[in-house]
């Protein structure tokens, strides 16, 4: 392989990454804070199909990205109630809310558009593009070091530079604040937490509606920067593979980074090795390669991680002693 096919490679890893980290890192507030979160994919559809819709009937992506985020939240408050406040099993609602955004964003998709559930192509200026500064073509003269950052440190959407953003940030928001703090800390015993003062119910709804947020940008990025708008089922199991980066990173944010880039480069070498004929194997079925990243995703979740523990109050709903 040359030197350019690694770099469109590695291009494409960092754009097929960016909705994992953001799903991941969304389900890691979450998860952190004691509430398990298997509705990320749910979210995220949801937010792709306001985002495409927003975007298609306001004529701005900002519009669409806001869409996008604020329904999102809305199912991650629908989950916080059910699992917090109602106290109800954290894997049937996160089921619940998935079967939920499948269904309607087709039935509300060809209700309001016609179009078999599809949203409108939207326009080069209601989409998330990425632009180059004017240096960039400068750069491109230097050897080695010009293609490099200009293919893959420049270029890419607004939202692939706060995916990855959110990765510090996200550590310092857990191990160097007082808020991480007791986020981490209601995750592992609650009553210690309920003790000290602290109300464990408002600080699982901060970690939901977090969660929800970055859910909505994930689900924004398919619709309206990763694509021309919304598709039947675009997030395509994208919410589950986020969910097994984290327990493969073990619910640490840099890890969990590492996790996506995985999956990603994966689907990046699967969309590469379509058609090509390899030495000494010949030409891969395109379904076989297709399923590379979902294939990985079981093997490691049956036991090549070694053990993950997760927070020990999670999914056990808290119940105040009186």
Known sequence: ????????????????????????????????????????????????????????????????????VIVSVL???????????????????????????????ILLGQAWFGQGGRTPQLATEQRFLGSEPNFAAELRDIPVLGPIVSELVLGHSLLVYVAFAMVPLTWWVLFRTRFGLRLRAVGENPAAVDTAGISVTWLRYQAVIICGALCGVAGTYLAIAQ????????????????????????????????????????????I??????????GRVPVQFIQALPYVLTVVLLAGFIGRADPPRAGGVPYTKER
Not at 1 to 8: E, G, H, K, Y
Not at 75 to 103: E, K, M, Y
């Open 227 to 270: 694509s021309g708008g919304f598709n039947n089922n675009m997030t395509a199991g994208k919410g589950y593979i986020a969910l097994a980066a984290l327990i493969f990173a073990k619910w640490r944010p840099v890890p969990v980074m590492f996790a996506c880039l995985l999956f990603g480069f994966l689907d990046a070498s699967a």
């Open 272 to 281: 590469r090795l379509q058609g090509v004929i390899l030495p000494m194997i």
């Open 75 to 105: 199912f991650g408050l629908v989950h916080g109630f059910a699992s917090i406040t109602a106290r109800g099993n954290q894997i049937v609602s996160g089921v619940a809310l998935n079967f939920v955004a499948a269904g309607a964003t």
């Open 1 to 68: 392989m040359d030197f350019n096919a690694t770099l469109l490679i590695l291009d494409s890893t960092l754009r097929l990454s960016t909705p994992l980290l953001l799903a991941a890192l969304a389900g890691l507030y979450s998860e952190r804070a004691g509430v398990f979160d298997i509705g990320l994919e749910g979210k995220m559809l949801a937010a792709a199909f306001a985002a495409g819709a927003g975007a298609s009937v306001t004529g701005s992506a900002y519009a669409g990205l806001f869409l996008g």
